[in-house]
């Protein structure tokens, strides 16, 4: 009887019981919805990102084609005949030998071959457009953040 | 109470074996072989795109980085039919923007509701962007206005265009005989053909990469960036090429020849600085190839076309002759206007007898009497040991495609007669191509040394200039051997006041006339009018090769080829920045 007593004196009241399954259920459902909820915006980002990076590249094909025929459009507004034709409508004729002074430029050695590229050796970085950040996942984040830690304390790992 | 609940717990029993079966079918489906494949399928179908990324075909550019082969931007034209929502205006914008028939439009744009055909169907291709830019606009305009009350409104819906490269050739004709084209109308199997299109085709096209690219964009993948095609930096400058083809355009004319072909170039590097030939010809409209240049023409004359130089040749007869110490410059020989080689006479271009001369009168009259007792003097080994290490009878090596040559007969061979030894001498009964002859004489402006002759400079590659230095070949003749006939051929022209001369500028050179063998032998009729001459002619930096090929104005080549190669110079010396002879000395001294 006085065992009974003290257990009843501690049990909890049915309602209070069901109130914490309740509370319970509750924090994994808005636990579960959060984290579904930050999965479905990051996602969701991604997506964006990724659409986004494709119209880029895209537009950067266009780009890269508007580029070449602009460089071909200039260049026939700059042809030799075009260039001819302009100049003899702005009054001009070709220079003959007796239109010319020479005159001694210490130093100078005539006109020079185009460089339209560096010569070889002068290597540009080697840039990728998509960051690593944008490509690696949460474990390969972590542990290069650790290694990128240790290394910059001098810590032999 | 206790009967309930056991019913109740065998109910959940049979339900939680009926999940599980569920439950494990449905891995046991999704892992097994035909839904990989199906998967894998369905992934190659719809989860990704392969796309094979053909690189931008090179530039080509004269040594002062102007374009003379480039790309343009033109479109394909498709309509996808399940797309269409209005086929008239499909029909009617396409017929009168690119000028398509409008019925056969119509009928490709019905042809989903139709015939159920969901084919993308290309309707143009090398559409040029204006013509775009008018589809575009409509576009736009029937996305701003009112939907009818009755009727499908008016709609572009379905057309779709995609821009592409097209070759392109910004200075027209200039320099075409050199560059050749691009067939660029075959987009699968479009390569270079002739010139420099063809010879360096690989180059300038690049690697084509294919890329499997996912169409999920969570999995983002960068498009790799394929390279264009290596570029080319030429030794041409356009300026020397645009006059070079309007004095040969005007020489052909003039004289009334077949044609012309003037030859520019750097005695010291081998660079070509023009190469022009005629018939004029476009490589943006390459189709009208086979009108300009019938079966059996030259696209390149200068490189391809073999023919006897004649009088030219004798620069290289005499060089071998001084060279190897058989005359020297003042060496007299009496002509008596006949000389018998191989039981064969040969005669003067005159049939005249012209007395005691020393070479540089030989040379100055170009007595073919004269140049074949030089060539018995030296014998046929001497002779033809010089005459092939100045390059006759092999390939020079020209960064071009289609150069042509012509064996050199030699004692020994079956088609040689000891009569050859005496007409080769003055360039008859030997063939070379404009280009072989230049390279040879070359070396006699360049203190002997024969340098390889070329059109490319340099070429970029990867982002970087890769410079092509100058080759030599060999060293034909000796320094003062070369010096002593740039004298002698300066002072041939200069006594005989040749119209060749250019004021201000001492010019060495020689003229050529040979006769044109044909079926029945020679024919005295015709000939190929040449020369060749070179300056300053105590610093060459410039050597010219002018041919014109059976003109009818005159047969000489004193007449009608000397004038354009004075035509040439003056107009090169501008080009060049030269100044005159005097002034130039003039600025040397200290």
């Not at chain 2, 360096?200 to 969570?218: D, K, Q, S």
């Not at chain 2, 300056?535 to 060459?540: N, Q, R």
């Amino acid at each position: 009887m006085f065992d009974q007593r003290i257990i009843q004196a501690y049990k909890q009241a049915p309602w209070r019981v069901q109130l914490q399954w309740i509370g319970a259920l509750l924090l994994v459902l808005v636990v579960g919805m959060l984290i579904a909820g930050v999965y479905l915006y990051l996602s969701a980002e991604a997506t964006a990102a990724g659409t986004h990076i494709r119209e880029l590249e895209l537009e950067r094909e266009d780009l890269q084609i508007r580029i070449a025929d602009l460089s071909t459009q200039l260049a026939f507004l700059r042809s030799a005949s075009f260039m001819q034709g302009r100049a003899e409508t702005l009054g001009y004729k070709n220079a003959s030998q007796g239109d010319i002074v020479y005159i001694p430029v210490p130093g100078y050695s005539g006109r020079q071959v185009i460089f339209l590229a560096p010569p070889p050796g002068n290597d540009p970085v080697d840039a990728s457009i998509i960051k690593p950040a944008y490509k690696e996942s949460l474990w390969e984040w972590l542990y290069q953040g650790t290694f990128d830690l240790i290394e910059s304390r001098g810590v032999k790992p | 109470m206790n009967s309930t609940n056991s019913r109740l717990r065998f109910i959940g029993v049979i339900f939680l074996i009926v999940g599980l079966a569920i439950i494990f079918q449905i891995v046991r489906v999704q892992n097994s072989p035909q839904a990989k494949e199906m998967i894998s399928y369905l992934e190659k179908t719809y989860n990704q795109e392969v796309r094979v990324i053909k690189p931008e075909r090179g530039n080509i550019y004269d040594r002062w980085g102007n374009l003379l082969a480039g790309n343009t931007e033109v479109y394909e034209v498709g309509i996808a039919p399940p797309q269409v929502i209005n086929s008239d205006t499909v029909a009617q914008d396409l017929s009168s923007i690119l000028g398509l028939d409008f019925s056969e439009i119509k009928k490709i744009a019905r042809s989903y509701i139709e015939e159920g055909n969901e084919q993308y169907m290309v309707v143009a291709d090398f559409v040029p962007a204006d013509k775009v830019h008018l589809l575009e606009n409509k576009l736009a305009e029937y996305e701003k206005a009112d939907k009818p009350k009755k009727g499908a409104a008016p709609s572009l819906n379905g057309v779709h265009w995609v821009a592409h490269l097209r070759r392109s050739y910004p200075e027209n004709t200039l320099a075409a005989n050199i560059l050749g084209f691009y067939n660029y109308y075959d987009r699968v199997d479009g390569r270079g053909i002739l010139g420099l299109e063809e010879q360096y085709n690989n180059l300038l096209a690049g690697t084509a990469t294919r890329v499997v690219l996912p169409m999920n964009p969570t999995a983002i993948q960068e498009i790799p960036s394929v390279p264009p095609g290596s570029s080319l930096i030429l030794t041409i400058d356009r300026g020397i090429q645009a006059a070079a083809e309007r004095i040969a355009q005007k020489a052909q004319e003039d004289s009334g020849a077949e044609s012309a072909t003037i030859l520019v170039m750097d005695p010291e590097t081998g660079e070509m600085l023009a190469m022009a030939t005629t018939p004029a010809f476009n490589p943006n409209e390459y189709q009208k190839y086979g009108e300009i240049f019938p079966q059996g023409s030259h696209y390149n004359r200068a490189i391809s076309q073999l023919y006897e130089p004649g009088s030219v040749f004798k620069v290289l007869t005499m060089a071998a002759a001084l060279d190897s110490g058989a005359v020297t410059p003042e060496t007299t020989f009496v002509d008596t206007g006949a000389i018998e080689v191989g039981g064969l006479w040969i005669y003067n271009w005159d049939r005249g007898a012209w007395g005691p001369q020393d070479m540089t009168g030989c040379m100055q009259h170009s007595l073919n009497v004269c140049l074949a007792w030089t060539a018995t003097e030296m014998g046929p080994t001497t002779f033809y040991n010089y005459i092939q290490t100045f390059g006759l009878g092999k390939y020079t090596g020209i960064d071009l495609a289609g150069e042509q040559v012509y064996p050199l007969s030699l004692p020994g061979d079956q088609n040689w007669y000891p009569i050859n030894l005496g007409t080769n001498a003055f360039g008859q009964g030997v063939a070379a191509t404009p280009v072989q002859m230049i390279t040879a004489i070359a070396a006699v402006a360049n203190d002997g040394k024969m340098m390889a002759p070329h059109v490319v400079k340099a070429y970029i590659q990867d982002g970087h200039q890769y410079d092509i230095s100058p080759r030599l070949i060999r060293q034909v003749i000796k320094p003062e051997t070369a010096h002593a006939l740039t004298e002698m051929l300066a002072n041939s022209l200069e006594n005989e006041a040749s119209v060749a001369l250019v004021e201000g500028y001492r010019v060495s050179g020689k003229t050529g006339t040979a006769e044109i063998p044909g079926p029945g032998g020679y024919e005295s009729s015709v000939t190929n009018a040449s020369f060749v001459g070179w300056g300053p002619s105590d610093d060459p930096k410039f050597i010219v090769y002018i041919w014109l090929e059976k003109p009818t104005s005159s047969p000489w080549g004193s007449v009608v080829a000397a004038p354009v190669f004075s035509e040439v110079v003056s107009e090169l010396t501008v080009l060049m920045k030269l100044p005159p002879d005097s002034v130039r000395q003039q600025m040397a001294q200290p």
